[in-house]
């Protein structure tokens, strides 16, 4: 009967200990992976911070800056020719024949030019547009 009891009493205990630890063991665990998830958050922050330093000093060059003025604005140096060389795919089609006397060859060119305005003209365009009654 002793043996009983001891079993009883400690199954009792066991129980309890389960009881109080287990709330703060799943809460161990569950603080464990938020750590790590912030871990992993903060070296891909740390990652995007680099990239952007390495971004502002590149902007610190000049030859960047005359690069970026080049490619994203078209802007040209003085004395230079800017050409601007239409996509096969999404140029316009011209008459097989030749041009008609009325039609300049200059007039057809400028009307390909026409065709799709550069950004800078169609940002002006809707400023012009906006400022109306």
């Not at 060119?109 to 950004?119: E, I, T, Y």
């Amino acid at each position: 009967m002793r043996i009983g009891f001891q079993v009883v009493i400690l199954a009792v205990v066991a129980t309890m200990a389960f009881v109080l630890v287990f709330p703060t063991a799943r809460l161990y665990s569950a603080q464990q992976v938020e750590k790590a998830r912030l871990e992993a958050a903060l070296e891909a922050a740390k990652a995007e911070a680099e990239d952007l330093e390495a971004q502002l000093a590149r902007w610190q060059d000049p030859a960047f800056i005359k690069a970026q003025a080049r490619q994203r604005l078209s802007y040209i140096m003085p004395g230079e020719t800017s050409y601007r060389v239409a996509d096969p795919e999404n140029a316009p089609t011209l008459p097989a024949g030749p041009p008609s006397p009325s039609v300049a060859p200059e007039q057809t060119l400028n009307q390909q030019d026409d065709a799709k305005p550069p950004w800078y003209s169609l940002m002006w365009d809707s400023t012009v547009v906006a400022g109306k009654p």
